[in-house]
């Protein structure tokens, strides 16, 4: 809440974008792309008033064997007042099935991460990827399954007239041989974070891009 004195004749507003997911790693025994930071929202001149950080990048999978897909994106640190931190996304073990993003547990907390991309272990069992996290009472989006090239469930965007987070998207599925990885699941908006694609071998094909985050949003009310 800011006194209307304060502010000048005309001020700067800027919504941030979602970041993109990383791109798939295009070649054999590569490791994969990072994912791209979301953009900045705030009000007033640089965010002078309020500024809400963008969504933290997801990170590359590895070629260590079974290869961990990518973590979804968190929102980083805000000003202003009741400004709110956004969860952590989820992360994967060597040959392991994705980590779930944390989930948001209070309304007016920042945005939830995605679910990371399931991985292959060492005897080429397709691991599942992760759920996005939650936001508030909204679910996350679901990981897939591995195999067949599913994709992870993109996150569900907060209801009409409601102003709050979306949930974060799930992971992708991992894949081998004739079975494509699975991308991850678009980040819902407001503000959530994509889920991590899944791993493939080479055998399959170069793997698949990331989920992206969602655009964020900036609300002003004077009375």
């Not at 508030?136 to 992870?152: H, Q």
């Not at 980040?187 to 985050?213: H, I, L, M, R, V």
Request: proline fraction near 1%; aromatic fraction near 2%.
């Amino acid at each position: 809440m800011l006194q209307a004195s304060l502010l000048g004749a005309t001020e700067t507003l800027s919504v941030g974008a979602g970041g993109a997911g990383g791109a798939d790693a295009g070649a054999n025994d590569t490791n994969g792309n990072d994912g791209v930071t979301g953009g900045d929202s705030f009000f007033g001149t640089a965010g002078a008033w309020v500024r809400a950080a963008g969504g933290v990048l997801g990170n590359k999978g590895s070629t260590a064997p079974g290869g961990a897909g990518g973590a979804g994106g968190a929102a980083g640190n805000s000003r202003g007042l009741h400004c709110a931190t956004g969860t952590t996304g989820g992360d994967t073990a060597l040959g392991g099935t994705g980590g779930a993003g944390s989930n948001q547990t209070n309304l007016i907390g920042g945005a939830p991460g995605g679910g990371a991309g399931g991985a292959i272990n060492s005897g080429n069992t397709e691991r599942t990827g992760g759920a996005g996290g939650k936001a508030y009472n909204v679910a996350g989006g679901a990981g897939d399954a591995g195999g067949g090239g599913g994709a992870g469930t993109a996150g569900t965007a907060s209801g009409t007239g409601e102003v709050r987070a979306g949930s974060g998207g799930g992971g992708g599925g991992g894949g081998i041989g004739a079975d494509i990885a699975g991308a991850g699941g678009a980040g819902g908006k407001y503000g959530a974070g994509g889920g991590g694609a899944g791993a493939s071998n080479n055998t399959a094909n170069t793997g698949a891009d990331g989920g992206a985050g969602a655009d964020g949003i900036v609300l002003v009310i004077t009375y």
